[in-house]
């Protein structure tokens, strides 16, 4: 089971993590949530009406990591367009933003949070590593943390495609990407037996 889920019976999944791979997960999930950042002021407040109705951004956010986790919802910016065409994308992508993304980062700082919460009570359980076993919900939130650890990984490391996975296996061990390509390697590897064990 080391390094791979496993399904469990009736639903969810098993992995074998060492104290090593519970820190790195860890970290990366209290990095994704830092980048996020804390949700919008209503939340605070506890009035739920005033959450529901809150706006949120409507320009695309500078940081490439963000912009990756948060896409424009309307345009290709590999396909020509003219310039009317443009326009309304843009247009259309600010409306979209402005309504669905305050709930988007929730939902992956929620991903994110469920992630810390099940590693640190795995962690609490006694050291030397041991088994995590995450329910059907668990493994759903875990793979949408996964996945967006790799994206941010993706972005910070410039892969847009798989021939620049293909390139990055053959990095030197001097470079100093190597750490972060061989934990977007391994974070791939777990996210890929995740969704196995999530097929009927």
Same mark, same amino acid.
């Given at each position: 089971?080391?390094?791979?889920?496993?399904?469990?019976?009736?639903?969810?999944?098993?992995?074998?993590?060492?104290?090593?791979?519970?820190?790195?997960? &860890?970290?990366? !999930? @209290?990095? =994704?949530?830092?980048?996020?950042?804390?949700?919008?002021?209503?939340?605070?407040?506890?009035?739920?009406?005033?959450?529901?109705?809150?706006?949120?951004? *409507?320009?695309?956010?500078?940081?490439?990591?963000?912009?990756?986790?948060?896409?424009?919802?309307?345009?290709?910016?590999?396909?020509?367009? *003219?310039?009317?065409?443009?326009?309304?994308?843009?247009?259309?992508?600010?409306?979209?933003?402005?309504?669905?993304?305050?709930?988007? &980062?929730?939902?992956?700082?929620?991903? !994110?949070?469920? @992630? +810390?919460?099940?590693?640190?009570?795995?962690?609490?359980?006694?050291?030397?590593?041991?088994?995590?076993?995450?329910?059907?919900?668990?493994?759903?939130?875990? #793979?949408?943390?996964?996945?967006? =650890?790799?994206? !941010? +990984?993706?972005?910070? #490391?410039?892969?847009?495609?798989?021939?620049?996975?293909?390139? #990055?296996?053959?990095?030197?061990?001097?470079?100093?990407?190597?750490?972060?390509?061989?934990?977007?390697?391994?974070?791939?590897? =777990?996210?890929?037996?995740? @969704?196995?064990?999530?097929?009927?």
């Amino acid at each position: 089971m080391s390094g791979h889920f496993e399904p469990l019976p009736g639903g969810g999944a098993a992995v074998a993590l060492d104290d090593v791979e519970i820190s790195i997960i &860890r970290s990366l !999930a @209290v990095q =994704l949530m830092e980048l996020i950042g804390p949700g919008p002021a209503a939340e605070a407040s506890g009035d739920p009406l005033a959450e529901l109705f809150a706006e949120g951004p *409507s320009e695309p956010p500078a940081d490439p990591v963000l912009r990756r986790l948060f896409p424009d919802a309307y345009g290709d910016p590999e396909e020509p367009a *003219s310039v009317k065409d443009t326009e309304e994308q843009r247009a259309h992508s600010a409306e979209f933003r402005r309504f669905t993304e305050n709930d988007l &980062r929730a939902g992956k700082r929620e991903n !994110a949070l469920a @992630v +810390i919460r099940s590693l640190d009570e795995l962690t609490a359980a006694g050291g030397g590593g041991a088994v995590l076993e995450l329910s059907a919900e668990e493994s759903r939130q875990w #793979l949408g943390a996964l996945n967006d =650890l790799r994206l !941010a +990984i993706g972005s910070r #490391l410039q892969i847009d495609d798989e021939d620049d996975t293909d390139l #990055l296996f053959h990095l030197p061990d001097e470079d100093p990407r190597k750490p972060m390509v061989m934990a977007y390697l391994w974070l791939g590897g =777990l996210q890929e037996t995740l @969704v196995s064990t999530l097929m009927p």
